[in-house]
């Protein structure tokens, strides 16, 4: 060591503030490695750079600052690794921990010294290991504690250990699944596993054995900690029924272990019940147990159930187990094509000639879709020139719209857009997008068939679209039973020479019958289809109550954007809040307050 340098160290001033008390803690930082057990030493110094206390020096600061001086000064044990040179890596494991020495041969007087000293004590899973395991588990843990040396080292090291078996575990060849995980992360190091007798292996047996006095202990552990006793436990509110009984006589129908509760006192003790910390708002079961054991009135059970489902705290925190309120309302059916469509976007694909976005649009008559490319999301203006230049120009203005709430399609311009071209606007109610339920499906189903023709090149999806369109278009729908070419068209464009004949129209006049035919005919299917699908869907659903104006209900937040710290303790439902209008049916309008702004007031019954 430098005596200049030593005697600095030995001169340093002791610390007046915070500032030259950290500067002395990162040059001690600097050399950590080297002293045994600095965390602790450390830990009053260490305590006052917080912010949060007053810098004030102690009698034990002053002692940690002298003891920290005098091992930088006095002779280092350890030496410093080089990752030239080969690495000795001795491990041991007892009961209760293990332990490691990493040491290198010294070139000056060819002697073993240690680099670094490393000691762990074993959780109650790893105590439960056989000795092999334990053993193995020591090197483990010293190869991970000093992998920025061991794996970069230019020469293979070794590993002494005082466990025979060890030396073949690199070559066994049924490994469990704890050792298999073990040998893939040995993989990463090149080493040698040595034999050396328990006589030699002092040191790491000393480290492993740190800990027994701690965990290790003769006497037998009580359940309970000294100093407390086993009580008779007496409820207040047992003490409040006792007290209401002297003004109100038990009937002769109440049961002899039981206590009788007046009236006054029945809200008390379902309070206590259900709402103590004790109980945790359980259930009507739940509740009338705890009942039960102690308390009895006629009407235990009614007013329990009554209590149980006014709770406000249960209301908010926990989720229904019925099914979602609102009975199917599908949309009417139209009686041509293209009079009636559904817009959505598909967005989060990879970038394709500049494409990331697909505009869906849906025939809900014949299901015929277009997909349009695009390169983003476009505006409300941009929308509107896109429909136009895509759907408008090839089957003329519709005279419905339905679609989502995206900021396209809430916009002014958009519904000024559709007002000037006499469509009407139909947007999906909030977090309900069954509404949109067509253009949803459509977006399924092209996802399916694009996924199918670009799954080894997934940037080609924009080449193959337009054979996922056609493939969609030519396929027949499950609604109708034709396909949208047929539905729409009045023919299924053939795919043979041979069906030419088939296609072939004599006259505009019979062209059109075919259509009108033919629409008749899908219009019949979509009537039947959607009567069979109310009744489906309606099996798994509620009948929705009959809501009024100025009533006041739950919402739910599954899907609101709330600021919580934590999304799984988040109220289920906030509120109440007022109905300010009856949309219809399944939705109304609510009054929300102002950190909801952002959220579109209109909700389905199910929220």
């Known amino acids: ?71 930088f000064t006095s002779a280092p044990i350890l030496v410093t690794p080089d990752v030239s040179r080969q690495f000795v890596v001795e491990v041991d494991a007892s009961e209760v921990g293990v332990g490691a020495i990493l040491s290198q041969r010294s070139l000056s ?56 078996n060890l030396e073949y575990i690199r070559s066994a060849k049924r490994l469990n699944a704890r050792q298999a995980r073990w040998a893939l992360f ?37 359940i309970l900690p000294e100093g407390r006793v086993v009580g008779l436990t007496v409820w207040g509110i047992e003490r409040q029924v006792k007290q209401a009984l002297t003004h109100t006589p038990s009937p002769r129908a109440c049961p002899r272990n039981l206590l009788f509760v007046p009236v006054p006192t029945r809200l008390a003790v379902l ?10 708002h359980p259930g009507v079961r739940g509740t009338l147990a705890s009942i039960r054991q102690r308390f ?46 559904a817009l959505d976007f598909i967005t989060g694909l990879p970038s394709s000639a500049g494409k990331t976005v697909i505009l869906t649009v849906v025939d809900r008559f014949s299901k015929a879709a277009h997909f349009i490319p695009l390169a983003k999301l476009p505006s409300a203006k941009e929308t509107a020139q896109i429909i136009i230049e895509n759907v408008f120009r090839i089957h003329g203005l519709p005279s419905d719209v339905v679609s989502d709430r995206g900021p396209q399609f809430t916009s002014q311009f958009w519904r000024e857009f559709c007002r000037l071209i006499g469509a009407s606007v139909s947007l999906s109610s909030g977090f309900h997008p069954q509404s949109n339920g067509q253009a949803e499906r459509a977006n399924q189903t092209i996802g399916r068939i694009l996924r199918s023709l670009s799954f080894r090149n997934p940037a080609s999806w924009s080449e193959q679209l337009p054979w996922a369109e056609y493939a969609h278009n030519s396929l027949h ?18 795919l043979f020479s041979s069906q030419l004949a088939e296609s072939c129209v004599p006259s505009a006049q019979a062209f059109v019958q075919r259509c009108e035919r033919t629409w008749k005919r899908v219009r019949s299917a979509l009537c039947r289809y ?24 739950w919402l739910s937040t599954q899907n ?48």
């Open 560 to 607: 609101l954007p709330l600021k919580t710290a934590s999304r799984k303790l988040t109220p289920r439902f906030i509120g109440p809040f007022r109905i300010s209008q009856i949309i219809n049916p399944v939705a109304v309008r609510l009054l929300l307050p102002r950190y909801l702004r952002r959220v579109h007031p209109v909700f389905h019954v199910s929220c």
């Open 271 to 280: 309070q206590w019940a259900h709402s103590a910390k004790l109980a945790g």
């Open 477 to 494: 729908s499950s609604a109708t039973g034709l396909s949208p070419f047929q539905s729409s068209l009045g023919y299924q464009p053939p």
């Open 109 to 164: 007087d060819d002697k073993v010294h240690p680099c670094v000293y490393f000691s762990h004590r074993l959780s109650p899973s790893e105590r439960n290991y056989d000795v092999g395991n334990r053993e193995l588990l020591a090197i483990r843990l010293a190869l991970g504690e000093w992998r920025q040396w061991l794996e970069g080292a230019t020469v293979p090291f070794v590993v002494w250990t005082d466990h025979r």
């Open 1 to 71: 060591m430098d005596p200049a340098k030593v005697q600095a160290v030995i001169d340093w001033p002791v610390p007046k503030s915070r500032v030259e008390l950290q500067r002395f803690l990162g040059f001690a930082n600097f050399y950590r490695r080297f002293i045994r057990n600095f965390g602790q030493v450390a830990a009053p110094l260490t305590a006052l750079t917080s912010v949060k206390t007053c810098f004030k020096w102690s009698d034990s600061a002053q002692g940690a600052f002298d003891l920290l001086k005098n091992r």
């Open 296 to 341: 009895w009135w006629p009407t235990r059970e009614r007013d329990t159930r009554s209590f149980v489902a006014a709770c406000s705290v249960c209301e908010q925190t926990k989720s229904g187990n019925s099914p979602p309120a609102g009975r199917l309302r599908p949309l009417p059916i139209p009686s041509r094509p293209w009079s009636h469509i």
């Open 530 to 553: 959607r009567a069979q699908t109310v009744r489906a869907a309606n099996k798994r659903r509620t009948k929705s109550p009959r809501y009024c104006r100025g009533q006041r209900v």
């Open 186 to 222: 040995f993989a990463r190091f090149e080493f040698v596993i040595s034999y050396r007798p328990g006589s030699k292996n002092t040191k790491p047996d000393a480290l492993s054995r740190l800990f027994s006095s701690s965990v290790v202990s003769t006497d037998p552990e009580g």
